[in-house]
């Protein structure tokens, strides 16, 4: 049973820097493509951003690329979200997510396997 713990959140002022990780553990870690979602008070979570089991490509929302950056550690059974330039709109809970086997570039909340219980990051202006 796949298990992911996220670590790493915490209070920011805004356009300060955090990086967010995520260990894997209880199959195969290189058999999974890797997801970040968010969720902030009163809204939905949303897909943040992805990487492929072999680290080759990564994807991101919108509102993030260009601030954000996702990697992936197979040695280590490590995901990792690196985050700069933050600001008030992204206080939110961050939650690692993984899919088994998928090669594609489409990441939704119903299509992911196994989420962690999250880490709260609050920027603060």
């Known amino acids: 049973q796949v298990q992911l713990v996220e670590t790493g959140g915490g209070l920011v002022q805004v356009g300060g820097s955090l990086r967010l990780s995520c260990a894997f553990s209880g199959d195969t870690f290189s058999n999974y493509a890797m997801a970040w979602f968010r969720q902030a008070p009163g809204k939905e979570r949303e897909f943040v951003a992805a990487?492929?089991?072999?680290?080759?490509?990564?994807y991101y929302a919108d509102s993030v690329k260009g601030r954000f950056t996702i990697s992936r550690d197979n040695a280590k059974n490590m995901v990792y979200l690196q985050m700069n330039s933050l600001k008030p709109e992204d206080t939110a809970g961050y939650y690692c997510a993984s899919r088994k086997y998928y090669s594609g570039g489409v990441f939704y909340e119903g299509a992911m396997d196994s989420w962690g219980k999250g880490t709260l990051v609050t920027v603060s202006s």
């Open positions: 990487i492929s089991w072999s680290g080759y490509s990564s």
